[in-house]
């Protein structure tokens, strides 16, 4: 009776066994199991990224560093180049120093050359931006608000219409708007480069889906239902929230008015109303003329002044456009 409790109560030997401990002596044919467990190829564990931390990639940063020698190379050469005289150009090396350094004199004579015209050539070009980049960015939130919150017959006629003129290129329209302004006489005025600059499909199309996505319509009817008007709502409701949106429109149709070259050239005569684009087109080419005077230390100053603003516009408004880029690419 003794024996038969004692071993209902610990259970069967395999359990009490497991209870006592390991044995002291392995089992016939359990060295042979261990030899071919330790001869088992062992499977290799996929590496694990961590958030935030992608993955390396040799061929995406050889590409990336080739962009960015493509990007910063030409930046390099024409700081170099803009600290040198007319003679250090050609006896020097296109992307080191020459023996003297003359930047400040470089601008000094560009800005008094010709009594100063670079001046006024930058003043056209401020004049554009600001009434035809900023009228382009005020028409394209207008419109993109309307057709993003608003539903009207021939709606799908109107963005059929703004992919249309968005795949269409501005130099092939040139000449037609070039014959248009001409029969009202129009040409070589400011305003045959500020008109045309108004209108920006891609500006427009650019704010229609950026609306889209950033302004809930429930916001709009509690605007409507607490007594606000249209425009009140357009103007203190929806305007805020398509701030990203407006940056990045405003940027977009900036640096194309502020490079814009084939425009200002068929409309414009009048060096007086010539931009800085225009205007250092035609200091280089003076050294093509007969008699006329060789300044490609002046053209390279004055491309450098040129772009300054936009490196400028660009890294203070930075954040805002990425995040009007980036808008929309994530659906929650």
């Keep these: ?42 499977l290799r564990t996929p590496r694990r990224h961590t958030p935030g931390r992608p993955g390396r990639s040799v061929l995406l940063t050889v590409l990336t560093g080739l962009v960015l020698l493509y990007t910063v190379i030409p930046l390099a050469w024409l700081v170099i180049s803009a600290t040198k005289t007319q003679e250090g150009l ?7 120093f020459g023996d ?47 057709l993003a919150k608003f539903d009207f017959p021939g709606k799908r006629a109107v963005f059929a219409v703004v992919i249309g003129a968005v795949a269409v290129p501005g ?25 045309p600059s108004l209108v920006s499909p891609f500006g427009l199309y650019l704010m229609w889906v950026f609306a889209t996505e950033a302004i809930p319509v429930e916001l709009l009817e509690a605007a409507r239902i607490d007594g606000a008007g249209e425009a ?3 103007f203190r409701v929806a305007l805020p929230l398509l701030a990203p949106g407006i940056v990045t429109v405003l940027l977009f149709t900036t640096v194309a008015t ?40 002046l053209v390279i100053t004055g491309s ?14 930075q954040k805002y456009w990425q995040s009007g880029l980036a808008a929309g690419s994530v659906k929650e």
């Design 100 to 146: 003297d350094f003359a930047l400040w004199d470089n601008i000094s004579q560009t800005f008094t050359y010709e009594d100063g015209i670079f001046l006024r050539w930058l003043l056209n070009t401020l004049l554009y931006v600001v009434l035809g980049a900023g009228g382009a960015t005020f028409l394209a939130i207008l419109g993109g608000y309307a």
């Design 171 to 195: 130099t092939a329209l040139a000449v037609p708007t070039f014959l248009m302004f001409s029969k009202m006489g129009l040409t070589d005025s400011p305003w045959a480069v500020i008109i």
């Design 304 to 317: 450098l002044l040129t772009i300054v603003p936009l490196i400028g516009a660009f890294l203070l408004l």
């Design 90 to 96: 050609a006896d020097s090396s296109g992307l080191w």
């Design 258 to 297: 502020w490079n814009n070259y084939f425009l200002p050239l068929i409309m414009l005569k009048d060096p007086d109303w010539y931009p800085l684009t225009l205007g250092l087109s035609s200091w280089n080419s003076q050294a093509e003329t007969i008699g006329g005077d060789v300044i490609f230390n």
């Design 232 to 234: 009140r709502t357009f």
């Design 1 to 42: 009776m003794t024996g038969t409790s004692s071993t209902s109560s610990t259970g069967s030997p395999a359990a009490a066994a497991s209870q006592s401990g390991p044995p002291s002596a392995s089992p016939p044919g359990s060295g042979h199991a261990a030899d071919a467990t330790r001869r088992a190829p062992r």
